[in-house]
């Protein structure tokens, strides 16, 4: 609790970080991962056959995921970091602490890639014939080698947020990277990714070959090819997964049990995943068998079931992590399992250093006597619950007790019962972090957010006071007590 | 009923694709998952020992078709159809007729029955291609 709370109460801060992180994956995962090998094949291919036209399409290809990955893919890249340290600094400064080295040796390989893809791409034309092709193909590869490294990395770290594995009792580098969820999520991504690259090729080589027929036949073929080898891989990487999902959920969950919700999904993930794939297989068949009748939309159909199963998939796997951010370390609301109990003893707000102050909307009809009683029940708020909820917008904590307790005036009681024993009704929910004062607080703050529908404002447009016992005189006395204390004591 | 003759007789295999797709509704309509199995199973068996006599043929004429490129090339598509009219039979037999499941197996099936048809055609027609003009 030693930083500035930032929300957003519209779409919630769990919305803006899925939407960047959804769109940085799609474009990683098909224009970078799955693409590279894909472009460096086919330049290959058309050196093998002295084929100029394939070389053309290859190069073509590459300058759209040139473009995209070094504008869109590398702004979502740092929009991550931006948008989870914003949001849960805490988790990622526990994972900053695990993962230094792995961070670093991924930002390396990152730089090496990025080098890679301006080398490759700038020296194209340059690099066109005799050794310097066979040099330039082999950076191809080079890059495609570095851009999956990276992503094998980075699927280390969110296997471990999932399931830590051994890594609470022997907390080293080594034990954490090879946390459970890792390899069969790798295992998973990596045809995945290469699958969503030949769907993405297959629709640029339509956009491409307009003027030339066969070239469009045989490129689209081979896309097809593509595809239909990377299925059945991500068929059995999606199986995997799937098998270890339920023991990583088992093993966050402190009751055992396994939600209604959760097996829906779980169910629903399989069905999705192989119903996806039919479709996709399909359109590669048909573009296999006849290329010449393919239209420049029918890529777009397997694409946007790539889209949907990556979606859902990331869906279950922050589900699964639930009710941690870092599984059975870190509660969902940034605060660590080995500080429930101070917490619980001394309240929330005693070891909050900053408080959200209310704006003239969000205390609208309020009394003066009340404003008090609710900036407290707000930072409350703020403290255990912004990070998945808001106010009033997307999942939305009004909404979910409406859903309880109907549109008629809530019963504070009921409320401070509820959030008491939620994690108990609802394992996927963390248990309250704070003391009896701050439920009966949140309760009536609660009760506020019903009658008033104004945003809650976070950090970033309130501002922030600091709590009066963290101010630098406060500090500066309660160090000077402290010292007295010792030389008392000595 | 004149044009639909003179379109089917244009390229043989199109009457057998139709009769694989009459096939298929007739086994649907009928709504037993067993025989439906039982059938279907045959279809497919006769259609992919065709489709397999032809790559095989092609196969032994074909030099490339050492290449992994080629050889994918080759197997996978027939291969990948068989399993998928598999998969639609599997979706048949573990469903009441009418339900979502099993109209869903046999578009597999049926679409997968009519790409092995076109499968066997092609290499008999000497139309599948291993790789793009050599």
């Known amino acids: 609790m030693d930083f500035p709370i930032f929300h957003l109460d519209l779409l919630g801060n769990r919305g803006l970080i899925a939407i960047i992180a959804i769109l940085h994956v799609l474009i990683n995962h098909g224009l970078a991962v799955g693409m590279m090998p894909l472009v460096a094949a086919m330049e290959w291919y058309g050196h093998k056959k002295q084929d100029a036209r394939w070389d053309q399409l290859a190069y073509k290809i590459l300058f759209v995921c040139f473009l995209i990955t070094t504008t869109v893919g590398a702004l979502t890249g740092v929009g991550i970091w931006l948008s989870v340290s914003l949001v849960n600094p805490y988790s990622i400064a526990s994972l900053i602490r695990v993962f230094f080295w792995g961070w670093f040796i991924e930002w390396l390989v990152f730089i090496t890639e990025v080098v890679l893809i301006v080398a490759y791409t700038l020296t194209w034309k340059k690099w066109s014939t005799g050794t310097a092709k066979v040099r330039h193909i082999k950076l191809g590869f080079a890059l495609g080698f570095f851009s999956w490294v990276t992503m094998a990395i980075i699927v280390s770290i969110l296997g471990f947020m999932m399931d830590p594995g051994n890594w609470l009792t022997d907390r080293s580098l080594l034990v954490g990277f090879t946390n459970p969820m890792y390899l069969p999520q790798l295992a998973f991504r990596t045809p995945l990714a290469l699958m969503e690259a030949g769907v993405i090729a297959m629709f640029l080589t339509l956009c491409f070959t307009r003027k030339d027929p066969e070239l469009r036949t045989n490129a689209i073929r081979a896309a097809g090819l593509w595809i239909m080898i990377f299925a059945p891989l991500m068929l059995v990487g999606g199986w995997w997964y799937y098998s270890k999902v339920p023991e990583a959920m088992a093993a966050n969950l402190s009751v055992g049990l396994l939600t209604l919700q959760f097996t829906e999904w779980h169910d629903l993930l399989i069905k999705v995943i192989v119903g996806s794939l039919a479709l996709i297989l399909i359109v590669a068949q048909f573009a296999i068998y006849r290329p010449n009748r393919v239209p420049r939309w029918l890529p777009l159909v397997p694409l946007a079931a790539i889209i949907w199963m990556t979606g859902h998939f990331e869906r279950v796997r922050e589900f699964v992590r639930k009710p941690y951010v870092i599984g059975r370390y870190m509660y969902a609301n940034g605060i660590r399992v080995d500080d429930y109990p101070l917490l619980q003893r001394d309240g929330l707000l005693a070891h909050a250093t900053y408080s959200t102050p209310l704006t003239r909307a969000e205390i609208g009809k309020a009394q003066p006597a009340q404003i008090p009683q609710l900036q407290q029940g707000k930072d409350v708020f703020m403290i255990a619950c912004s990070r998945c909820h808001t106010g009033n917008g997307v999942n939305s904590v009004t909404g979910q007790f409406r859903r309880m307790m109907g549109d008629g005036k809530w019963d504070p009681a009921a409320i401070q019962a509820y959030l008491a024993n939620m994690h108990d009704a609802q394992p996927f929910m963390p248990p309250f972090p704070g003391n009896q004062n701050d439920l009966k607080l949140l309760g009536g703050y609660m009760l506020h957010l019903q009658a008033n529908e104004a945003p809650i404002a976070g950090g970033q447009s309130a501002g922030v006071t600091v709590n009066p016992a963290y101010t630098a005189e406060a500090m500066k006395a309660a160090r000077s007590k402290e010292t007295a204390a010792k030389e008392i004591t000595r | ?134």
């Open chain 2, 1 to 134: 009923m004149y044009r639909l003759a003179r379109w089917l007789g244009e390229r043989p295999y199109r009457s057998i694709a139709l009769n694989v797709v009459m096939l298929t509704a007739l086994l649907a309509l009928i709504g037993q998952p067993q025989l439906f199995l039982m059938i279907g199973s045959i279809m497919i068996a006769v259609l992919a020992l065709a489709g397999l006599r032809g790559t095989l043929a092609r196969w032994r004429r074909s030099r490339d078709a050492s290449h992994p490129y080629e050889l994918a090339y080759l197997w996978a598509p027939g291969a990948t159809a068989i399993i998928l009219a598999g998969l639609g039979l599997w979706l048949i037999l573990g469903a009441e007729a009418g339900s979502p499941s099993y109209i869903l197996g046999t578009i597999f099936f049926g679409f997968e029955a009519w790409l092995l048809v076109l499968l066997g055609a092609d290499l008999r027609a000497n139309r599948a291609e291993i790789v793009e003009a050599r």
